[in-house]
T-cell receptor, first 113, second 113 residues
Framework: DQQVKQNSPSLSVQEGRISILNCDYT??????FLWYKKYPAEGPTFLIS?????DKNEDGRFTVFLNKSAKHLSLHIVPSQPGDSAVYFC????????????FGSGTQLTVLP | EPEVTQTPSHQVTQMGQEVILRCVPI?????FYWYRQILGQKVEFLVS????????KSEIFDDQFSVERPDGSNFTLKIRSTKLEDSAMYFC???????????FGDGTRLSIL
């Protein structure tokens, strides 16, 4: 199942710089997208979401951009902090009675002090 | 902050045995979900539950699986006769409404021997 793809398994960034995590999807029925952060031995923690009627959503240091024509979304973290080091998953869902999430494979972000 | 809690954190079971994984969703949430993540693979949707019935289920969720909300607070996943390939991390999630973000528990690691 390759409906949601995160092509970069890992990313290293210096503290204080911008982290950009990318995600591509193939199913044009997806209309709701989320980013989750996951630490080892914990469940995914919700970070930020965006619906397909928007192309940007911002929450503090986190901004998600959606390019529907390219079927691409990205998560920007600025400034990056060492505590941001985690695996980041993008997930997508389509309108329905209950929104099952389709996850990407994750990107390990390491923020170097 | 309210959270989804899952018990046990680790369950070891002999192949062919029944296992019940337990979850307490966030109290005002109406939608409940189970996902699993086999080691090295993506997080996969199993089932969603609303108004005391299954809303959606994936191909993984066959007759060996069942879900129940026995007492208005717990949400359980039962695997009737476990197989080696059922070994995975199982995550419970809940959301207030279907168009709201899903919040995950820390998971139950199920090991089938």
């Amino acid at each position: 199942d390759q409906q949601v793809k995160q092509n970069s398994p890992s990313l290293s960034v210096q503290e204080g710089r911008i982290s950009i995590l990318n995600c591509d999807y193939t199913n044009s029925m997806f209309d709701y997208f989320l980013w989750y952060k996951k630490y080892p031995a914990e469940g995914p923690t919700f970070l930020i979401s965006i619906s397909s009627i928007k192309d940007k959503n911002e929450d503090g240091r986190f901004t998600v951009f959606l390019n529907k024509s390219a079927k691409h979304l990205s998560l920007h973290i600025v400034p990056s902090q060492p505590g941001d080091s985690a695996v980041y998953f993008c997930a997508a869902a389509r309108t329905g009675s209950a929104r099952q999430l389709t996850f990407g494979s994750g990107t390990q972000l390491t923020v170097l002090p | 902050e309210p959270e989804v809690t899952q018990t046990p954190s680790h369950q070891v079971t002999q192949m062919g045995q029944e296992v019940i994984l337990r979850c307490v969703p966030i109290s005002n949430h109406l939608y409940f979900y189970w996902y699993r993540q086999i080691l090295g693979q993506k997080v996969e949707f199993l089932v969603s539950f609303y108004n005391n019935e299954i809303s959606e289920k994936s191909e993984i969720f066959d007759d060996q699986f069942s879900v129940e909300r026995p007492d208005g607070s717990n949400f359980t996943l039962k695997i009737r006769s476990t197989k080696l390939e059922d070994s995975a991390m199982y995550f419970c999630a809940s959301s207030e409404f279907s168009n709201q973000p899903q919040h995950f528990g820390d998971g139950t690691r199920l090991s089938i021997l």
